[in-house]
């Protein structure tokens, strides 16, 4: 950095005005005899001072900032205006290491400086997306700035020839409200801070939703007045009440959907839940807002099943799945344990999760259609969809002259799987065990089919998959990724479980009459693939 130059003296000291020099830090570095002649401080005193160290404690901030008009402090100890435009002298890589100006004092001058720092409050206004105002009562606004015309779209000249005029132009639904706060600062008794949001009727006839920033100003001796900013939320405020809506409308579909709601933010640890989830867990006069959302939860979780499920939300907070699905039992208010299903998503913010949010439903209220520990369909509901498919595959049949269809959209096929080796899960790591392998097997079905097919649990370890509108080999084809699937290790409470399925699989073009039948068919081409070690096996009818 290059040292400060130093003006050359023999011609500054024959200045009358004060030349100021002070180096990047505002330590001064050169005074002319002046300074003394115009403040009255020695020279030899001020060199190596701050020079803000004159300077108005009010004014530090705006000098710092640039501004030549402030209060200097002179010799007898008295503020007075002066103007002091330093001009900066910056090295090669553009950083300032001294800052040199003439100091003059504002007597003769001051109507010039008073317009030049008014110009540049006028075009520092310009920069503020609002209107600034000031007003007091009986007068109306006594300063207004351009911005009111294109907000609102009226003249300042309109606004401030009616001192009443802000009032007449509130909406009629918000005017009482705002007329009661405008009231109050009017005759407060000490300065204070206030806010308001109403909506104003704009000269196009529109409404305009306003955010006023404002101020009760009150001083000895004068009327209360008032000053404030005026923002345009209209955009904002329209969006609110789009979110308000949406959330209505998903406050009735969940109460349609009979599930319990929950909102758990991550970052305060705490839980809100709905009236509903309180329900289905028995829980009877229970704030809505739970402290320790884990905390909360795990004491009405199955201890055998609290580790499985803090895992399924962690896994997905990981970024493992794009959601969570988890059955556990819970116990109910009563004393019972009750099958419930928690899901959810979350929401992150940089990587971080930062919010869950899902629903609680009770299983149970789902009826006897589905299965409490795998929240599958079970078999009253896979029946009665495989009826359905075998009379629309009759129905298509049969319209062509008794020629049955073949690969139509109404095709379809029948699996039966078993696990092989169950039996050996449940005597070595217990039932509770071989409850999760046959739950994780639930997922993993569900992940090898389409939304058109259906998967179910028939018992036991029994699963029914029923495919529909696929033709033979595509099924075969299906069904074989499905026992890849399944044959893949479990984690079991921190034990890899090794288990296959035979499955036994049996199409619509077998021309099978009754639900009944297809069953039975699938059932003894299971048998087939399991005593076969053949992991999938196709029925055929002659090999009943």
Request: glycine content about 8%.
């Amino acid at each position: 950095m290059s040292a400060p130059s130093t003006p050359p003296s023999h011609l500054l000291q024959l200045l009358p005005e004060a030349v100021v020099q002070t180096d990047a830090h505002w330590a001064i570095t050169y005074l002319n005899p002046a300074w003394h002649g115009r403040t009255g401080h020695p020279v030899e005193a001020a060199l190596g001072r701050s020079l803000l160290e004159y300077v108005h404690p009010d004014d530090v901030g705006p000098v710092r900032a640039g501004m030549p008009v402030f209060r200097l402090r002179f010799v007898d100890g008295e503020f007075r205006w002066v103007r002091l435009q330093l001009q900066p002298e910056t090295d090669a890589a553009g950083r300032v290491v001294s800052r040199q100006g003439v100091l003059i004092e504002i007597t003769d001058v001051t109507e010039q400086v008073l317009v030049e720092v008014r110009q540049r409050f006028l075009r520092l206004l310009e920069t503020i997306d609002g209107v600034v105002w000031e007003a007091e009562r009986g007068i109306g606004n006594t300063f207004l700035s351009p911005q009111v015309e294109r907000l609102f779209g009226y003249t300042v000249e309109e606004w401030r020839a009616d001192p009443g005029f802000w009032r007449a132009h509130v909406h009629p639904d918000d005017l009482a409200e705002a007329l009661a706060i405008d009231d109050a600062a009017y005759n407060a008794t000490h300065s204070y801070a206030y806010e308001m949001s109403y909506r104003l009727i704009a000269k196009s006839g529109g409404v305009v939703w306003v955010r006023d920033l404002c101020r009760a100003v009150v001083e000895p001796g004068r009327p209360n007045r008032m000053i404030g900013l005026m923002i345009d939320v209209t955009r904002q405020k329209h969006t609110e009440l789009e979110l308000l809506r949406s959330d209505n409308r998903y406050a009735l579909a969940t109460r349609g959907s009979n599930d319990g709601i929950w909102d758990w933010d991550l970052r305060t640890d705490a839980l809100h839940v709905s009236e509903r989830f309180h329900e289905i867990l028995g829980l009877a006069d229970q704030p809505p807002v739970h402290d320790g959302g884990w905390r909360f939860l795990q004491q009405h979780i199955d201890p055998d099943d609290r580790a499985r499920v803090q895992s399924a939300y962690c896994r997905h907070l990981a970024g493992d799945s794009p959601n969570f699905s988890v059955d556990f039992r819970a116990f109910h208010g009563s004393g019972r344990l009750v099958w419930v299903n928690w899901r959810g998503v979350a929401e992150f913010e940089d990587g971080v999760a930062v919010r869950m949010a899902g629903s609680l439903s009770d299983l149970a209220a789902r009826g006897s259609s589905y299965d409490a520990l795998t929240n599958l369909p079970g078999r009253p509901l896979f029946r009665e969809r495989l009826a359905h498919a075998i009379a629309l595959y009759r129905h298509e049949s049969d319209g062509e002259a008794g020629v049955p269809a073949r690969w139509g959209p109404a095709t379809f096929a029948v699996l039966l799987l078993d696990l092989d080796r169950f039996k050996a899960v449940n005597d070595t790591l217990g039932h509770h065990a071989g409850d999760q392998l046959l739950q994780q097997v639930a997922r993993r079905l569900e992940d090898c089919v389409r939304t058109v097919d259906l998967v179910a649990r028939m018992s036991g370890d029994e699963f029914n998959v029923l495919l529909e509108a696929i033709d033979p080999d595509e099924a075969v084809e299906r069904a074989r990724q499905i026992a890849s699937a399944l044959g893949a290790p479990y984690d079991i409470g921190g034990h890899a479980v090794h288990v296959t399925a035979s499955i036994g699989l049996v199409s619509s073009d077998a021309g099978l009459a009754t639900i009944d039948d297809y069953l039975r068919a699938a059932d003894a081409a299971m048998y087939r693939a399991k005593s076969g070690g053949l992991g999938v096996c196709v029925f055929s009818p002659d090999n009943r």
